[in-house]
């Protein structure tokens, strides 16, 4: 088995195809990693997601460097990942951001149910306020293997 390093564009037909990822962050130095939904938005390279105010919201709002990890994995000889480095942003419900909303919102709406499980309760806890956010890509790597027997 070989392992072949994917150009850029490889790795954005991976983010297009994909709307699950693993989302990371760090805080005092502490990395915290939550799987999430997302949306890939190829003209402004960039994904958008949805959530509610928790410990990955605060904690990218004081540190804003993130890491999204997005994977097509079969089995241990057949799999690809990409990782997207960026900075967390939020959208706000405000005029000068009203054109980022709407297009978030557009391609959430390609999404069955866009908003589960991002908005559904957790026993016993409280949350609010929701966010709709986007991590900007700075740099984009990929990895997948290539099997010569398929
Ligand atoms: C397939 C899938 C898709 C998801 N999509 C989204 C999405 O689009 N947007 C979104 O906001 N959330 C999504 N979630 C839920 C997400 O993974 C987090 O559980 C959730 O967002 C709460 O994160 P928080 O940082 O706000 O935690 P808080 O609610 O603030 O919880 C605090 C504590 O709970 C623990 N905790 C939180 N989440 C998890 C977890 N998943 N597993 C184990 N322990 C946990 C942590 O230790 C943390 O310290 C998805 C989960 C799955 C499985």
């Known amino acids: 088995m070989l392992i072949h390093a994917l150009n850029p564009h490889e790795c954005r037909e991976v983010l297009g195809r994909s709307d699950l990822g693993r989302l990371g962050c760090a805080r005092f130095d502490q990395p915290y990693v939550v799987p999430i939904h997302f949306s890939f938005d190829s003209d402004r390279d960039c994904v958008y997601a949805f959530s509610t105010v928790g410990q990955k919201i605060l904690?990218?709002?004081?540190?804003?460097?993130?890491?999204?990890?997005?994977?097509?994995?079969?089995?241990?000889?057949?799999?690809?990942?990409?990782?997207?480095?960026?900075?967390?942003?939020?959208?706000?419900?405000?005029?000068?951001?009203?054109?980022?909303?709407?297009?978030?919102?557009?391609?959430?709406?390609?999404?069955?149910?866009?908003?589960?499980?991002?908005?559904?309760?957790?026993?016993g806890h409280e949350h609010p306020d929701v966010v709709v956010f986007r991590v900007q890509i700075d740099r984009l790597t990929g990895r997948r293997t290539i099997n010569k027997n398929g």
């Open 59 to 123: 904690w990218m709002r004081e540190n804003p460097k993130v890491c999204l990890e997005v994977e097509e994995i079969r089995d241990k000889d057949h799999w690809t990942t990409v990782l997207a480095i960026g900075r967390y942003q939020e959208i706000h419900q405000s005029p000068e951001e009203a054109e980022a909303r709407r297009r978030a919102e557009q391609l959430f709406l390609q999404r069955r149910g866009w908003w589960l499980p991002a908005a559904a309760k957790v026993t």
